[in-house]
């Protein structure tokens, strides 16, 4: 005996549409939530490379800043050195009275008051 072939009574209809609407669903929810991994590993990866940005600029501003600082302390110690040294020269010019002939000369062109070695300027 042959059976007709068998159709889907309307039950049967609304529990296959129902099983592949299901399924439907559970595909698009696990690609959503495959997405939303994607971006969430996305933006932590952007975060990690701006901070690893953001560190490498303070890491190179704060070299800048040390650099510029010894080049300051550097200038200012050069200053130093010279100054030490023009009051140096101004001691011994100022401890040595000269010969006799050069005091005469200075005296004569002072107006005949006694010269002292100039104070170094400051």
Do not use: C, M, Y
């Not at 439907?24 to 975060?47: G, S």
């Not at 940005?53 to 010894?70: G, N």
């Not at 100022?94 to 050069?102: K, L, N, T, V």
């Amino acid at each position: 005996r042959s059976q007709p072939p068998r159709v889907f009574e309307p039950a049967d209809r609304r529990g296959h549409a129902a099983k592949e609407t299901r399924e439907e669903e559970f595909a698009t929810r696990r690609a959503n939530q495959e997405l939303a991994e994607i971006r969430k590993q996305q933006l932590a990866h952007q975060e990690a490379e701006a901070l690893q940005v953001r560190r490498e600029r303070e890491a190179a501003d704060a070299a800048e800043a040390a650099r510029r600082r010894a080049e300051e302390e550097e200038a200012e110690l050069e200053g130093d050195r010279h100054a030490w040294r023009v009051e140096q020269e101004w001691l011994r010019t100022a401890s040595d009275p000269g010969p006799w002939h050069r005091r005469l000369v200075r005296s004569l062109w002072a107006g005949g008051e006694a010269v002292d070695a100039e104070l170094p300027r400051r």
